[in-house]
């Protein structure tokens, strides 16, 4: 594998790391490789889909994988998304890891604006911190 490889794993591989997925990889120098997995994989969320959508970011094609779906073990830059949740444990290796504990916006138990408002707090913050994968590599 040439190049680098970033990866975010969350929990159900269905919200945050699927944004995260879809956000670094339009933001991603060249050369750069991106991956999303959950340790317990769902379905993508809509809602995900759909605030990506507001930023021109078509993630719906994307979908939920198990962390044995992606390359972890050539990772250069693992990132965990989980804050109550228990997070993956991925394998040992050379990757620099990041911890970002965002809340679970698919959590949210509210009405749809509340719940989209969620969605695009846990987007925007993670578009803050993306170019943070990037560095240091």
């Known amino acids: 594998m040439t190049g680098k490889t970033l990866v975010f794993l969350c929990v159900a591989n269905a919200a ?8 670094a ?6 050369g750069w490789t991106v991956y999303s997995a959950g340790s317990h994989p769902a379905r993508l969320s809509t809602a995900a889909v759909r605030v990506m959508s507001e930023l021109g970011i078509d993630i719906s094609a994307q979908r939920s994988k198990g962390m044995d779906d992606v390359p972890l073990a050539q990772a250069d830059v693992i990132v965990t998304l989980c804050a109550d949740e228990v997070c993956p ?23 749809a604006t509340a719940r989209l408002d969620a969605f695009r707090a846990t987007r925007d913050e993670l578009a803050r911190r993306i170019a943070d994968c990037f560095t240091g590599t």
């Open 89 to 111: 444990l991925a394998p040992g290796g050379r990757a620099r890891r990041l911890h970002w504990p965002l809340p679970d916006p698919a959590a949210v138990q509210s009405d």
């Open 16 to 23: 945050r790391s699927q944004m995260a997925e879809g956000l």
């Open 25 to 30: 990889r339009a933001r991603a120098p060249a």
